[in-house]
């Protein structure tokens, strides 16, 4: 299991210290790319993370939401992304820029906005390590969990189990310690999370929170191979 908590709510000005206060219970560091033209808000780019990289001992989970990421994304794995995931809608050749990610020495990782439907990309996920499902519309922290997303979580659980496929599904957005269990009952083994993390007065309490509540969800899941 993955908590990953997004440094999209963490204070900008002291983001190493931000990081290594949750280094201890945390597996990896969700870090939002957003480039104001793939969705409206603006944050951190390359200079950042290759900053980063060195800051923390966290491995960092890059989540880019960029127009056009057969451009950028390699630069993400190149500057020691662990994982690099790049949203379909942004993308007209997926299978290539996962090839291209591994090769960099990343794990591949295929995002899904809120609108999009899983079922067409199925038959991909065998290339991809990751599959990031958002349970909000991508682009802002602190918005509203939408449960009924979590149709595409347990489609995309379902389709990895049936083709033995190795694959991590990471929900992100609105996920706290009210919603968590349900995303791992419906097959989520990694987890990002924002405002719980990084809102909460202490954020590495809040990791060790979330993570009791997905492992006593997963002890009652029906699904046996997420780990
Ligand atoms: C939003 C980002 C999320 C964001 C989640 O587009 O992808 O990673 O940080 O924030 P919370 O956990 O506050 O919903
Ligand atoms: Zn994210």
Known sequence: MILA??????????LGEQARGVEADADW????????????????????????????????????MIADPRRWAVDYAEAGARN??????ACDDPVALAK????????????????TPVEPYL????????????????GFGGQEFLPHL?????????????GHLSLRIEVDGGIADDTIAAAAEAGADAFVAGTAVFGADDPAEAVRRLRRH????????????IS
Request: net charge negative; proline share 6%.
């Open 100 to 115: 291209d990610l591994r090769a960099a020495g990343a794990l591949a990782g295929l995002a899904i906005d809120r609108d």
């Open 123 to 138: 038959p991909l996920l065998e290339n991809f390590d990751t599959l990031l499902i958002m349970t909000i519309k991508a």
């Open 214 to 225: 997905a492992r006593d969800a997963q002890g009652s899941a029906p699904v046996t191979d």
């Open 5 to 14: 908590p997004s440094l999209l709510a963490a204070d900008f000005s002291r």
């Open 84 to 89: 690099v995931s790049f949203h379909v809608e």
């Open 29 to 64: 560091l969700h870090v939002d790319v957003m480039d104001y033209h793939f969705v409206p808000n603006l944050t951190i780019g390359l200079p950042v993370v290759r900053s980063l990289r060195p800051a923390t001992s966290l491995p960092l989970d890059c989540h880019l």
């Open 150 to 162: 979590l149709d595409k979580v347990r489609t995309a659980r379902r389709h990895a189990s049936s």
